[in-house]
């Protein structure tokens, strides 16, 4: 029977179901085979089509970027003690498109890392093009936070992650903060410009300072290392544990930067600078800050710079929190983060005198043995409507007793023969060529250019008719370095460098070379090329040199705040008055007189009289840069005639 | 009759295409989770599948050397059996699982009854309209037969299995198709859905009654607006269509996607196992899966026609349609064009309930096919014998 099947089988016909079943079942194959062809479809165009994309998405999926940041170069004083060094911070970083439920993962992290949740956000925010990308969202967190974090992340926080970070670290503190600036995240305006360019969207840079100045040094090569990771974010390991790197790139450190301070003479200064401030309020002057500046008059390099009041650039580590900056921009800190000796503008009052001589001595205005009869007062010929007061009637002065004493009287008058020589702008000329009016050019960021006043700039200014005139009155007290006059703390030091080295221009600076951080060797030098001559007749400064000696000895206008001070220090005090303020206090010297070393600058706001607190802040300087040299200070405790 | 007969009488075409669906379901399988590190084995989910592939396989014979015209006449017991198992899930011994409860715990494995309502209902339906072909294509028949459809559908949304429900009112749609339901019933019906959809998705949620999930309407709008969120509802969409499109035409290779081997696919043993397939094996393996699908519905529908009884013409339809509605559904789901629903995909996502069940669905094919063949042989013979 089997076999008679099997031989029937070809010619066996099948009674089919009813045809309208039959039928309808075909319909069902037709359908299916439009489904299916609409996959097929699909299927072609997701792989086939699409694919090339499907395959970077899948690739951004599994493959991340772990950056490892180059650290940044040291700074060095110019004997290599480091003052800005760096230490391994952790860092806690937040990959957005790990994060399984943001609203809440970030709320947690918030409490743990002690971050508002809208700065986290805000950092996220700026990185929101590439989600693939770690965002770091809190540097150095504490060893507490770490391993409460290390342990959760796991389960917890994919996507979130701690990494070793280098941060800046200060081992003198807040010394020389101003000059050194500090770093920080680079921001969305500084992006677009083209001195950032190419740079990473969260690339700390320097954001002040030499940090800011010589970034381009100082900045290494950030590395990285490609991981492939699962879905929550787990680096894939190999058999022994090892995550497996798909590429690695070592970070290259950046270069170190020596620089012309010198940390000891920095502290000297810093120290110095706060006694003066202290001498200053103890005499019941505000003296809110000031200034102090020690330079080689040769060089122009700058040994020491100080600002006061000052802050510890460590509260920039790890991004500025809102309480710091808050206290940091309070009114009353008075601007801490102000670099006081370049920022700063301010009436240089008698140290112009200096400048006011040499102009007067140059364009032949001045015989150096005529005199002037100083009553105490002074009005310009045929106006005695407008009184110009002097500190003390001196009686019959010429120019060096004029300097010595710094009789205003005097320079009343050599004002007044530049305005009468046919409005001549002598003092405006010898200003600018000594660097006024202009940035001196030194190798810091921020630095005010200060203001040398004349006809044009008055016309400018001025809202009458008579307020844009150049008048008498505006040369006179040019001449005392009062009226419209303005300096930065680091201009006047220049200045004094030119007097100092024999009239040669200075350009001030503090960058000395760039080290290769691995081998020390220098690979760019730094220093600026000397600079000219300021083409004064070396026999007009030796007169100015000659009384700035006798300005800065017992007798003179500050009293013994010098005496017996070995070796012999040549300078000049300065009170400039303000509207509304109490008298600034300039002192400008340089020592030795014979052969100078060191130009010594100090300005102390509203802190009195140059003798008050200026001049007993330089003497304390000079005390340290001459240990052995001079004598105990008795005559400097004899109370100095008040002065200017 | 002997055993060879029935043996000879087999539809090999159809069941070598399902073994070879299972073969192919078991290596992806295999590929989506051996590299689990929380598996005590990496042939854990491959063992568990082989078991449930034995057992189904152990059923597929059984129900296909039965005369599946006896299980007409059960149509109550198996409607009463299969309602009180799906209220038993419904009871605290029933296993939830990722907020569904689905199982009741048998020991040695884990049943999921709405996985057994899909072939239950072919049956019971098949048989009520089987009874009902004598009568005109009456509004009757259709109601009744919706509402024994309405039973199992409910239930199973309760638990909730969202998807299971729409594999059985579309087995149902399709059953009164083949059946010669008139067109307006169809119209009616559809009209009636997106009345309901509008009322349970619009109208119902501002009064305060919310009917589906909040996580089953989330996907709904995700898959209406894909890219919303791409870390929520829409996350495993997203890693889904990139799985597959970045599959290509050839794939990264078994066991190389790193879509799955990384974990970024989501359910990748279950309802996403097509994603896997398409990022190992590419656009050719896809192809050569759907053209094992396609011998498998033309199988059935092939039975579907021959077969010599109305009863056996429905089942037989009934179970094509199952089938095409769950690959559609499920690769429709990982590609983005269809919302994800958590339908299996036949024969190859991970599940022992799913895997038995289609296996026996596999056997009623067979068995209808058995018998169309012995009463065409006796026909022929009489045939014979007559001429």
């Known amino acids: 029977m089997s076999s008679l099947f099997k031989s029937s089988r070809r010619a066996r016909r099948y009674e089919r179901q009813a045809p309208s079943i039959a039928f309808r079942a075909g319909m069902l194959g037709v359908v299916t085979l439009m489904l299916f062809g609409v996959l097929v479809f699909r299927l072609w165009f997701l792989q086939v089509i699409s694919g090339n994309e499907y395959v970077a998405m899948a690739q951004n999926n599994r493959v991340r970027f772990v950056p490892n940041e180059a650290p940044r170069g040291i700074i060095y004083d110019r004997n290599k003690q480091p003052l800005v060094e760096n230490r391994a911070g952790l860092a806690v970083t937040v990959l957005p498109a790990a994060l399984k439920n943001p609203a809440s993962e970030l709320q947690q992290l918030s409490q743990i890392i002690q971050t508002p949740v809208s700065d986290i956000q805000q950092e996220l925010d700026q990185h929101k093009d590439d989600s693939y990308s770690s965002v770091v969202v809190k540097k150095d967190i504490t060893p507490d936070m770490k391993s409460y974090l290390i342990e959760r992340i796991p389960l917890y926080f994919p996507g979130i992650d701690i990494k070793k970070y280098p941060l800046r670290s200060y081992p003198g503190g807040a010394e020389a903060s101003h000059v050194l600036g500090h770093v920080g995240q680079i921001d969305q305006q500084e992006l677009k410009e083209p001195r950032y360019k190419g740079y990473p969207l969260d690339a700390e840079i320097g954001k002040d300072g030499v940090e800011y100045q010589f970034d381009k040094y100082l900045r290494g090569v950030d590395g990285g290392t490609e991981v492939e990771v699962d879905a929550s974010g787990r680096p894939k390991t190999d058999a022994t544990g090892q995550p497996v790197d798909l590429s690695k790139k070592d970070a290259i450190p950046g270069n170190d930067v020596v620089l012309t301070i010198d940390s000891n003479i920095q502290k000297i200064t810093e120290n110095a600078l706060n006694y003066g401030i202290s001498l200053a309020r103890a005499k019941h002057y505000p003296a809110p800050g000031g200034a102090a500046i020690v330079m080689d008059p040769k060089s122009g390099q700058i040994l020491a710079m100080a600002s006061a009041p000052t802050y510890d650039p460590s509260v920039w580590v790890g991004g500025m929190s809102n309480a710091n900056y808050a206290k940091l921009t309070n009114p009353s800190a008075h601007d801490p983060m102000l670099n006081r000796a370049i920022e700063g503008q301010y009436p240089p009052g008698s140290t112009f005198k200096s400048i006011t001589a040499i102009a007067g001595l140059q364009e032949k205005l001045i015989n150096p043995a005529a005199t002037v009869n100083s009553t105490g007062s002074w009005h310009v010929p045929g106006d005695p409507t407008v009184i110009f007061h002097d500190w003390s009637a001196l009686g019959v002065v010429d120019l060096h007793r004029a300097i010595v004493m710094s009789c205003d009287t005097y320079f009343y008058e050599v004002g007044y023969h530049f305005y009468k020589d046919n409005n001549n702008q002598g003092i405006q000329k010898w200003s600018r060529i000594l660097g006024l009016g202009s940035p001196t050019g030194v190798d810091l960021p921020g630095e005010a250019a200060g203001r040398v006043p004349d006809p044009a700039w008055k016309r400018q200014v001025g809202k009458t008719p008579i307020d844009k005139m150049w008048l008498p009155g505006n040369s006179v007290n040019m001449a005392i370095g009062q009226g419209d006059v303005l300096v930065t703390p680091l201009q006047m030091a220049s200045v004094y460098c030119t007097i100092a080295n024999g009239g040669t221009l200075v350009k001030p600076h503090v960058g000395l070379r760039v080290e290769d951080a691995a081998t020390h060797q220098t690979i760019q030098d730094l220093e600026p090329p000397p600079g000219g001559s300021a083409g004064i007749d070396p026999h007009n400064l030796d007169l100015i040199k000659s009384a700035l000696i006798g300005a800065a000895q017992p007798g003179s206008a500050i009293g013994g705040v010098f005496a017996g001070f070995q070796p012999t220090i040549a300078g000049k005090s300065g009170t400039a008055q303000v509207a509304g303020k109490s008298d600034y206090a300039w002192y400008a010297s340089y020592a030795p007189a014979d052969n100078p070393k060191y130009v010594v600058l100090v300005m102390i706001e509203q802190g009195g009289g140059g003798s008050t607190s200026a001049a007993p802040t330089v003497r304390k300087i000079y005390e340290s840069l001459f240990p052995q040299a001079h004598p105990a200070p008795a005559a400097a405790q004899a109370p100095p005639p008040p002065s200017t | ?387």
């Open chain 2, 1 to 387: 009759m002997e055993f060879r007969t029935y043996l000879r009488h087999f539809d090999y075409g159809l069941l070598a295409a399902v073994g070879g669906l299972v073969a192919f379901g078991m290596v992806i399988i295999y590929s989506a989770t051996h590299s689990d590190p929380n598996l005590p084995s990496p042939f854990y989910y491959v063992r568990a599948q082989g078991i449930a592939v034995a057992m189904g396989a152990v059923l597929m014979m059984v129900f296909a050397l039965i005369d599946f015209r006896g299980l007409q006449a059960y149509r109550w017991h198996i409607f009463i059996g299969i309602s009180v198992l799906l209220v038993l899930v419904l009871l605290p011994l029933g296993h939830s699982a990722l907020g569904g409860q689905r199982w009741i715990p048998l020991g040695f494995f884990n049943m999921q009854p709405s996985e057994l309502a899909k072939i239950a209902i072919i049956l019971v339906i098949s048989s009520y309209l089987t009874d009902r072909q004598r009568g005109d294509l009456e509004t009757h028949t259709t109601v009744v037969a919706l509402a024994y459809a309405l039973v199992p559908a409910l239930l199973v949304f309760r638990q909730p299995d969202f998807g299971t429900m729409l594999v059985i009112v579309a087995v149902t749609v399709a059953l009164l198709f083949i059946y010669g339901t008139r067109m307006l019933h169809f119209i009616i019906m559809g009209a009636a859905v997106a009345v309901g959809l509008f009322l349970v998705l619009q109208v119902l949620p501002v009064v305060g009654i919310q009917i589906l999930k909040h996580y089953q309407v989330d996907r709904l709008l995700v898959f209406l607006h894909p890219g919303q969120d791409p870390s929520g509802s829409g996350y495993h969409l997203l890693q889904s269509k990139i799985a597959i499109g970045s599959g290509m035409l050839t794939g990264k290779g078994l066991y190389q996607g790193t879509q799955t081997q990384l974990n970024f696919l989501p359910e990748h043993h279950t309802d996403f196992i097509f994603s896997v397939l398409g990022e190992e094996l590419g656009f050719i393996g896809e192809a050569i899966l759907l053209a094992l699908y396609t011998i498998v519905i033309w199988r059935g529908l092939r039975i579907t026609m021959i077969s010599e009884s109305v009863f056996g013409s429905l089942v037989a339809g009934g179970v094509v349609a199952m089938f095409v509605f769950q690959i559609f559904v499920n690769i429709g789901m990982t590609v983005g064009i269809m919302p994800i629903t958590g339908i299996p995909l036949p024969f190859m996502s991970y599940g022992g309930s799913s895997m038995v069940s289609n296996l026996v669905a596999v056997g009623l094919l067979e068995s209808i096919h058995i018998r169309s063949r012995l009463i065409s042989d006796r026909r022929y013979m009489r045939a014979q014998i007559a001429g």
